[in-house]
């Protein structure tokens, strides 16, 4: 499985050890969050409800394109890819 | 470690919570109050409370709008905050998502270990450990009825707990918008403790289940006395919950949120009822106190705000009392304002302003 850089936004960066980005290996999407939640227990959580879906403010983005208009957790990650985790714009 | 580097023995410390973050607000002498600032900043904070039944725990929610809603807790008076091992989290199989909590109530003085927890969508979550591991009551999960079950507009919430501390057996749970829900059987099984409260917004005024319960307080030396505010009146029970009378008697609405008492003079309580716009009715922000278990309240305003602008709401956490003599009352508006009361609500102050939106106060006076 390819080696795949996920980038975190600052309000989780605590729970892996303070990097602002980790490495991980994952086929898709989902596979990635697995591995995330294996390298740091309850990051899973943060992304999804228990159910294993993703919360709605929070969008991943695969290069620049966001998972939402793909194939959701399972869109596809080839070899390179770059993960994006961000906080959507919203609130108040 | 010292609990008390900060605090001597005796402070009343409040647990303020926020809609951006958890304040606590410490006196010495209920007059003069310091506002402190904790490192649970800029998420909604539906509630804290301290536990100091082993050491001085703070536990406070942390629901967050982006990554997700976690129970927290503190040793350090909210400098450092952890996370339980195993937190709130419904199993996958319920097919349920944590949206908020909503309740931490520290369990039976002869129970130390014990906490249990609220949330919507409603469930009891209960610990044994402190706080560092909890589980779903499946009793309640599992209701028959739960398919039924409908939200307030704040959410289907369980909002309110009481373990009774003369049954281990018997605990209450406030939920909007299903009603007064009893175990009798350590959370085995639970009923339908609604008879004689009113559910306006229903074409059957009465029914078993559907009501909009906002608060629920338990006397303390009574057990089978209760009372609450909901949302179609005030009323108490002698009978744990079997029958329910009115006592909204004189008050100007049967809306409100929050309903306190003060446990050395159990007949004395408090409310703060609202207008249709949800805020003070007429233009003078008002509690109302009884002396005589609601058969007759009188409007408590001497330091409160009051003029043309005054639109001040308290949601159903924002009223409670110490458990001192005379009691000491503390009020937190829906824009900001804390109010105090070191004489059972005959004289008021404001003690902190420009607070965010305040969820919750809870008031404790350290050992």
Same mark, same amino acid.
């Given at each position: 499985? @390819?080696?795949?850089?996920? *980038?975190?936004?600052?309000?989780?960066? *605590?729970?892996?050890?303070?990097?602002?980005?980790?490495?991980?290996?994952? *086929?898709?999407?989902?596979?990635?969050?697995?591995?995330?939640?294996?390298?740091?227990?309850?990051?899973?959580?943060?992304?999804?409800?228990?159910?294993?879906?993703?919360?709605?403010?929070?969008?991943?983005?695969?290069?620049?394109?966001?998972?939402?208009?793909?194939?959701?957790?399972?869109?596809?990650?080839? @070899?390179?890819?770059?993960?994006?985790?961000?906080?959507?714009?919203?609130?108040? | 470690?010292?609990?008390?580097?900060?605090?001597?023995?005796?402070?009343?410390?409040?647990?303020?919570?926020?809609?951006?973050?958890?304040?606590?607000?410490?006196?010495?002498?209920?007059?003069?109050?310091?506002?402190?600032?904790?490192?649970?900043?800029?998420?909604?904070?539906?509630?804290?409370?301290?536990?100091?039944?082993?050491?001085?725990?703070?536990?406070?929610?942390?629901?967050?709008?982006? +990554?997700?809603?976690?129970?927290?807790?503190?040793?350090?008076?909210?400098?450092?905050?952890?996370?339980?091992?195993?937190?709130?989290?419904?199993?996958?199989?319920?097919?349920?998502?944590?949206?908020?909590?909503?309740?931490?109530?520290?369990?039976?003085?002869?129970?130390?270990?014990?906490?249990?927890?609220?949330?919507?969508?409603?469930?009891?979550?209960?610990?044994?450990?402190?706080?560092?591991?909890?589980?779903?009551?499946?009793?309640?999960?599992?209701?028959?009825?739960?398919?039924?079950?409908?939200?307030?507009?704040?959410?289907?919430?369980?909002?309110?707990?009481?373990?009774?501390?003369?049954? %281990?057996?018997?605990?209450?749970?406030?939920?909007?918008?299903?009603?007064?829900?009893?175990?009798?059987?350590?959370?085995?099984?639970?009923?339908?403790?609604?008879?004689?409260?009113?559910?306006? +917004?229903?074409?059957?005024?009465? %029914?078993?289940?559907?009501?909009?319960?906002?608060?629920?307080?338990?006397?303390?030396?009574?057990?089978?006395?209760?009372?609450?505010?909901?949302?179609?009146?005030?009323?108490?029970?002698?009978?744990?919950?079997?029958?329910?009378?009115?006592?909204?008697?004189?008050?100007?609405?049967? +809306?409100?949120?929050?309903?306190?008492?003060?446990?050395?003079?159990?007949?004395?309580?408090?409310?703060?009822?609202?207008?249709?716009?949800?805020?003070?009715?007429?233009?003078?922000?008002?509690?109302?106190?009884?002396?005589?278990?609601?058969?007759?309240?009188?409007?408590?305003?001497?330091?409160?705000?009051?003029?043309?602008?005054?639109?001040?709401?308290?949601?159903?956490?924002?009223?409670?009392?110490?458990?001192?003599?005379?009691?000491?009352?503390?009020?937190?508006?829906?824009?900001?304002?804390? +109010?105090?009361?070191?004489?059972?609500?005959?004289?008021?102050?404001?003690?902190?302003?420009?607070?965010?939106?305040?969820?919750?106060?809870?008031?404790?006076?350290?050992?």
């Amino acid at each position: 499985m @390819p080696m795949i850089t996920v *980038s975190l936004p600052n309000a989780l960066r *605590s729970r892996a050890g303070n990097r602002s980005s980790v490495t991980v290996s994952g *086929s898709t999407v989902r596979e990635v969050i697995d591995a995330l939640e294996h390298d740091f227990p309850g990051l899973r959580f943060n992304l999804c409800y228990e159910n294993g879906e993703l919360r709605p403010y929070v969008n991943i983005f695969l290069n620049s394109d966001n998972i939402r208009y793909l194939r959701g957790l399972d869109t596809p990650i080839l @070899p390179g890819a770059r993960i994006h985790i961000l906080q959507s714009v919203a609130g108040g | 470690m010292s609990y008390h580097r900060s605090y001597p023995q005796g402070t009343v410390v409040l647990a303020v919570g926020t809609k951006r973050g958890l304040f606590l607000l410490s006196s010495q002498d209920r007059e003069k109050w310091q506002v402190t600032p904790t490192a649970l900043n800029g998420t909604r904070v539906f509630y804290a409370a301290f536990d100091q039944r082993s050491g001085c725990r703070l536990f406070a929610t942390d629901n967050g709008d982006f +990554f997700g809603t976690f129970l927290r807790y503190s040793d350090d008076f909210g400098e450092t905050w952890q996370e339980p091992r195993r937190g709130i989290q419904f199993p996958p199989e319920s097919n349920q998502k944590l949206v908020n909590i909503w309740v931490i109530e520290p369990g039976r003085p002869n129970e130390p270990g014990t906490l249990y927890v609220g949330t919507d969508p409603a469930a009891l979550w209960i610990s044994h450990d402190h706080g560092e591991t909890w589980e779903v009551n499946d009793g309640l999960l599992s209701h028959p009825t739960r398919s039924q079950w409908g939200p307030g507009a704040g959410g289907l919430c369980l909002h309110t707990i009481i373990a009774d501390p003369t049954r %281990p057996e018997r605990m209450w749970v406030g939920i909007s918008a299903v009603g007064c829900v009893r175990s009798d059987d350590g959370g085995k099984t639970w009923v339908f403790a609604n008879r004689n409260t009113r559910a306006d +917004f229903q074409p059957d005024k009465y %029914p078993e289940f559907g009501q909009c319960l906002h608060r629920m307080v338990q006397h303390p030396t009574q057990p089978d006395t209760l009372y609450q505010q909901n949302h179609c009146g005030i009323y108490k029970t002698f009978n744990a919950g079997d029958e329910w009378i009115d006592i909204q008697n004189n008050l100007p609405s049967d +809306f409100g949120f929050p309903i306190a008492l003060d446990v050395h003079h159990p007949e004395t309580l408090f409310v703060i009822v609202e207008g249709m716009g949800r805020h003070n009715i007429g233009d003078h922000f008002t509690v109302y106190r009884t002396r005589n278990a609601g058969e007759q309240w009188e409007p408590l305003t001497q330091g409160l705000p009051a003029g043309p602008g005054v639109r001040l709401g308290v949601l159903r956490h924002g009223l409670c009392t110490d458990r001192l003599d005379p009691c000491g009352v503390y009020v937190g508006t829906n824009t900001g304002q804390l +109010f105090a009361s070191r004489d059972c609500g005959d004289n008021w102050q404001l003690i902190a302003d420009f607070l965010p939106p305040i969820y919750s106060v809870t008031a404790t006076m350290l050992v």
